[in-house]
């Protein structure tokens, strides 16, 4: 299979933005509800210069019973848009039909939905429906953290013949409790965004959040993280929205939200600026050293226990003394001014790898 070359100049995405100096905007109701909602909205939103109009019309929903969207006929609303306010529309898709009808409406831009990003079938046939018609599609990420998923529903659509394509990061689903309502794991996005550096990458604050108070620190730190733009939920009266509720805010809501975020520089653009980074990133190159040379120290210990324990058949995993090292390295941390789950993580990882070496030594495969 032919690894995504995806390497664009430019892009309908970048176009849309071109020389503004400001993120990419998509806004527009979770769900178009009526006919005049869905032209309210985005007559609203066209004031405050938004690039591209979002409102679902299939509604993938969690449990049967919930509002899943108006359907077809909310296309033609989204096309009503399109010509009368002169505004462009993207809509969420989910199987080969909705690719059609959308199409058929003139839709500008279609996005895979997170539900869809995890199953390749799925994508697939979405893939095969955009043959040959080359039409702008945003793929958000999988709800389970996968990276290369999510890499292969976007490939997918390039080998398809798409060639605007942008990603969406919108959180991944978390069994455990988190401010969020999707865990943002910036990790991932950051990885794709390093191996694609073109590719378009899309704050999505709403499912981040899960609540209207996110919406502003949620894409703040993805501008800080050198995101494109951002898709934000907008409804004209988002307490009696008939989807997420929570997280929407109104058009006047999103322009301050707007208004309040910085856009920052992507470098230092002053020589002295670079030299003092400079220096700062030398001593960072030391420190980095003594934390690589003390681990070597340390792992070397590792193996000497693992040949003692070999001798005296022992077993590795040593658990009194794991409990005492995961307690006593978090009161250092903190004594240090560390973070100390950060600093529980890194044992974790530290751990994982000190069992590893003394397997190979025990089971004497080195
Ligand atoms: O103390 C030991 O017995 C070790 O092998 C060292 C070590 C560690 O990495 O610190 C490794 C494995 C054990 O589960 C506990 C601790």
Redesign the pocket.
């Known amino acids: 299979m032919q690894l995504m070359k995806f390497n664009p100049t430019k892009s309908f995405f970048t176009e849309l933005q071109a020389g503004q100096g400001h993120p990419l905007v998509i806004a527009g109701p979770c769900s178009a509800e009526t006919e005049e909602q869905v032209m309210q909205t985005a007559a609203a939103l066209k004031q405050q210069n938004v690039h591209l109009f979002r409102a679902g019309i299939w509604k993938p929903r969690t449990r049967p019973g919930s509002f899943e969207g108006v359907g077809s006929k909310g296309l033609a609303w989204l096309n009503r848009v399109k010509r009368e306010l002169g505004m462009r529309v993207a809509i969420e898709v989910a199987t080969a039909r909705h690719v059609e009808e959308a199409l058929k409406q003139e839709i500008d831009v279609l996005w895979i939905g997170a539900r869809t990003t995890v199953n390749p079938f799925a994508v697939q046939e979405i893939a095969d429906a955009l043959q040959g018609v080359n039409v702008p599609v945003m793929v958000k990420n999988p709800v389970n953290p996968d990276l290369a998923l999510w890499i292969g529903a976007i490939e997918r659509m390039y080998h398809a013949g798409v060639t605007d394509l942008a990603a969406i990061h919108r959180g991944f689903s978390s069994y455990q409790k988190s401010k969020y309502r999707n865990v943002p794991v910036w990790q991932i996005p950051i990885e794709l965004k390093a191996r694609y550096q073109s590719l378009p990458m899309i704050v999505d604050p709403s499912h981040i959040g899960g609540k209207r108070d996110l919406i502003f620190p949620v894409s703040q730190k993805a501008l800080d993280l050198g995101y494109d733009g951002m898709m934000i939920e907008t409804h004209l009266t988002p307490d009696k929205a008939l989807s997420d509720a929570e997280q929407q805010v109104t058009p006047d809501a999103l322009k301050a939200i707007l208004a309040k975020l910085q856009v920052r520089k992507t470098n230092y653009d002053d020589a002295e600026l670079v030299n003092r980074a400079e220096e700062l990133r030398l001593q960072i190159d030391a420190a980095d050293h003594d934390i690589i040379a003390a681990l070597g120290r ?1 792992m070397a ?2 193996e000497q ?2 040949e003692y ?1 070999k001798l005296n058949n022992v077993q ?4 009194e ?2 409990k005492e ?1 995961f307690r006593s390295r978090g009161e250092w941390a903190e004594d240090a001014g560390l973070n100390h789950a950060f600093i529980e993580e890194l044992y974790k990882l ?2 994982v ?3 590893r070496k ?1 397997t190979q030594i025990l089971d004497g495969d080195r």
């Open positions: 340390r210990l590792v226990i693992g324990k590795v995993l040593q658990l003394r794991w090292i530290i751990h790898e000190s069992i003394q």
